[in-house]
């Protein structure tokens, strides 16, 4: 099965304690695909794997990280090619679009937003991401991998019920995922399971947090962090994930 190809990784996650193993897998997914694009092997210099990053483009958050990467060379020859891709399909747009036409009982209420073609062709962009893409089809293999785990190895649950739990967005896509991944009976004993789990790790960190406000009181100056050092940047992942437990991404 090709679920027990993501096992290891995903024990590895488990294992790594952070507050989200999907968060731990997304970055470590995220710094492969960069590699990938921007690395040591070069892929930027490949003209086939430019024409997929020509034609996918990058997200605001992943053109941010490639620039972050440091790779100057790598960037430049990707941006060269994807501008003359965007000024090429920029040029079509503009020559077939016709401005719609406004009653005059438009002037005076908002209008039904997105029917403007080129607005529309810019959300295209801004929603197409060549890292995007192929994370989200590794995501759906580790959700896949997640059930089958869940299902066949006691070991695997017993560390999830011990765990930290996940952050809410990928708690969320845990939640719609098992609709179509799991029995009736085994839906009762997941939700049985993951409920408690999340109120009482969202509790901790809570309770992280507002230890974390009260050390700020000069009474407490000489009164041990305890968990709170870390408490904001552990806090913001588990209501939006993405952040590593030491802070916001970092290149290798």
Sequence with gaps: MKEQLYTIPLNDAVNAGDECPFCFIERNVE?????????????????????????????????????????????????????????????????????????FKDKFRKAAE????????????????YICSHFADTY?????????????????????ENGKGFCLHHFGDLCEA?????????????????????????????????WMVEKFDYRNKDADWKNSRDAIQRGMQKLKGGYPADGPYKPK
Excluded at 40 to 51: F, L, Q, V
Excluded at 114 to 129: H, L, Q, R
Excluded at 140 to 160: H, V
Aim: charged content about 30%.
């Design 31 to 103: 710094q492969d695909l960069l590699d990938f694009v921007l690395g040591s092997g070069s892929s930027y210099m490949e003209a086939d794997i430019r024409e997929m990053t020509d034609k996918a483009g990058f997200c605001r958050q992943h053109f941010q990280k490639m620039f972050d990467y440091g790779n100057t060379l790598g960037n430049a020859w990707i941006l060269k090619t994807h501008y003359q891709k965007i000024i090429s399909e920029m040029k079509n747009e503009f020559s077939h679009f016709r401005p719609g036409k406004s009653s």
């Design 114 to 129: 997105g029917g403007n073609a080129i607005g529309m062709w810019v959300k295209e962009k801004e929603n197409s991401c």
């Design 140 to 160: 759906t293999r580790y959700m896949d991998t997640f059930f089958y785990l869940w299902k066949q190895d006691e070991e695997f649950r017993k560390k999830i």
């Design 178 to 210: 098992s609709d179509s991944r799991l029995s009736n009976s085994e839906k009762d004993s997941f939700y049985h399971t993951m409920f408690p789990l999340m109120e009482n790790n969202m509790a901790r960190l809570a309770e992280d947090v507002a």
